[in-house]
C-alpha cells in the first residue's frame, strides 16, 4: 500500500459516520440505476420479442413505380429511397415467390413468408365479429413468427392436416364463444366458408388477438377471389438490429417498399425511450446525493485536518500528494459502494422480477420484466465515478492549497 493511500485510508476511518452516510449514499445510488434500467429495458425488449414474434422483422409491401418527376429526380443524383417525392405506388406485391428467392439471397435474412390478407365478417352461433383473415403456407409463416409458440389450445397438426382448418385468436374466440373444433362461418364480398377452429392462440398484443384469424392460403386466394400475387411479405432476420440497413438496401433492389420492425413500431419505441431516459435522470439524483454526501466529507476532514497537513506538507509533501490523498479517499468510498451497490442491485432486480403484475394489452406477462445486461451495471458505476470524484476536486484542491506557515499563524483559509 502506497504511503498516500494509508494516509487516505487512516483519514476516512477517523469519520466513520460521515464515511457511511457517503458509501449508502453511493450503495443506494448505484444499485437503484441498476434496478430502474433493468426494468424498463426488461418491458422495451419483452415488447420487441411479441412484436418480431407477430409481424416479423420486415415486411415488403407495395411495389414503387417511378413517375416521370422521381425519374428526373434521380437522374439528378439522388438515389436515396427515402425522398419520396414522386414516388408512385401500386398496392401489394404482384409476384411473391420471385420476389421471396431474392429476399432469401440477403445474409441476414432468416425466413420469409407470403401473406394474403383481407377484412371479413366471422360468424359462429352465437354472434358476428368483424376481423381480418391472413392467408399463409404455415411452414413459412412459423420461420418469421413465432406462431407455434402462440398457440394456447389445440393443435398446429390438425391445421396443417386439415384444409379448411382456422387458427383464431383468443380475444376474438372468447368473444365468439368458439372452442377447437367448433366451426364458423368467414364471409366477405358475396362470399362465404365454413370452416373449424383447429386451434386458438395468443400473442398477448390484444388487437392482434381480437382481430387475427390465419387460414390456408390457397382458401383465402379463393375466398377473396385473388387467384395471385400477396399483401406483403413477413419477413425474419437473424440480427432484428440490422433490420433498417437490410429494408433500406432491399427497397433499392426489389423496387419495392419496405417498412423495418423500428419504423412501424417508432412511437412504442420511442415511449419505451422516454421512460428510460426519466427513471435514469431520477435515481442518477441518489449519484448526485452521493457526491454532495462525500463532498461534505472531505470538506469536514480538511477542517478537521489541517494540522495533520502541515505537518505532512513540512515532512516535503507536495501538493499533488495532498490532492491524491484526498482523491483517494473519494476512491475508496468509490470503490466499496461500486461492488455493494451491484451486488445489491442484482439483487432488488432479481426479486423485483418475482413481483407479480398482470399485463395483456401491447404484450401478456403475469410479473415484472427484467433485463440481464452489463452495460446496465458499467453506467451507474460510471455515473458514480463522475459525479463523485467531480465533487470530490474542491476539498482535494482546497486541501492541497494549504501551506504549513499560515496553518501555524492560523491564517488558512
Known amino acids: ?58 415486411r415488403i409491401e407495395d411495389k414503387i413505380q417511378d413517375t416521370m418527376r422521381s425519374m428526373a429526380a434521380a437522374g439528378g443524383g439522388d438515389s436515396h429511397f427515402s425522398r419520396r417525392d414522386g414516388v408512385k405506388y ?63 389450445s389445440g393443435e398446429l397438426e390438425d391445421y396443417r392436416q386439415s384444409p379448411n382448418g382456422a387458427l383464431v385468436g383468443r380475444v376474438l374466440a372468447d368473444r365468439l364463444q368458439l372452442a377447437v373444433g367448433d366451426s364458423f362461418v368467414v364471409a366477405t364480398r358475396g362470399a362465404s366458408r365454413r370452416v373449424h377452429v383447429s386451434a386458438i392462440f395468443e400473442t398477448g398484443y390484444r388487437e392482434v388477438d381480437k382481430t387475427n384469424v390465419y387460414l390456408h392460403l390457397a382458401e ?80 469536514m476532514i480538511v477542517l478537521e485536518k489541517t494540522k495533520d497537513i502541515a505537518i505532512l506538507r513540512s515532512m516535503g509533501y507536495e501538493r499533488r500528494d495532498i490532492t491524491q490523498v484526498f482523491l483517494w479517499q473519494a476512491g475508496i468510498v468509490l470503490a466499496i459502494g461500486a461492488v ?18 398482470p399485463i395483456n394489452g401491447i404484450f401478456k406477462t403475469d410479473h415484472f420484466i427484467v433485463t440481464w445486461e452489463l452495460n446496465h451495471y458499467l453506467a451507474a458505476i460510471a455515473t458514480a465515478v463522475v459525479m463523485v470524484m467531480v465533487a470530490s476536486l474542491i476539498p482535494a484542491r482546497r486541501a492541497a492549497r494549504l501551506e504549513p506557515g499560515d496553518i501555524v499563524r492560523g491564517t488558512a483559509q
Request: aromatic share 10%; hydrophobic share 45%; glycine share 6%.
Open 340 to 357: 455493494i451497490g451491484a451486488i445489491f442491485g442484482a439483487a432488488v432486480t432479481w426479486l423485483v422480477g418475482q413481483v407479480p403484475l
Open 220 to 299: 383465402v386466394r379463393s375466398l377473396l377471389k385473388r387467384p395471385s400475387g400477396a399483401t406483403y411479405l413477413q419477413i425474419s432476420l437473424f440480427d432484428p438490429g440490422r433490420a433498417p440497413e437490410d429494408a433500406f438496401r432491399m427497397e433499392q433492389v426489389l423496387r419495392h417498399s419496405v417498412k423495418p420492425w423500428q419504423e412501424r413500431e417508432k412511437t412504442w419505441l420511442a415511449v419505451f425511450r422516454a421512460l428510460r431516459i426519466s427513471t435514469g435522470i431520477t435515481v442518477t439524483v441518489f449519484t448526485l446525493i452521493a457526491s454532495l454526501a462525500m463532498f461534505n466529507t472531505l470538506a
Open 90 to 152: 401500386i398496392e401489394g406485391v404482384e409476384e411473391p415467390q420471385a420476389l421471396m428467392e431474392a429476399v432469401r439471397t440477403f445474409s441476414n435474412v432468416r425466413g420469409v413468408s407470403a401473406v394474403v390478407r383481407g377484412n371479413v365478417q366471422i360468424t359462429s352461433a352465437f354472434k358476428t365479429e368483424d376481423a381480418q383473415v391472413f392467408g399463409v403456407r404455415l411452414e413459412d409463416h412459423i420461420r418469421v413468427s413465432d406462431l407455434a409458440e402462440q398457440i394456447t
Open 1 to 58: 500500500m502506497s504511503p498516500n493511500l494509508r494516509i487516505a485510508y487512516r483519514f476516512l476511518t477517523a469519520k466513520k459516520r460521515a464515511m457511511f452516510m457517503s458509501l449508502s449514499c453511493t450503495v443506494l445510488g448505484v444499485g437503484l440505476f441498476i434496478v430502474t434500467q433493468a426494468t424498463t429495458s426488461g418491458f422495451e425488449q419483452f415488447f420487441t420479442k411479441t412484436i418480431l414474434g407477430i409481424n416479423g422483422a420486415i
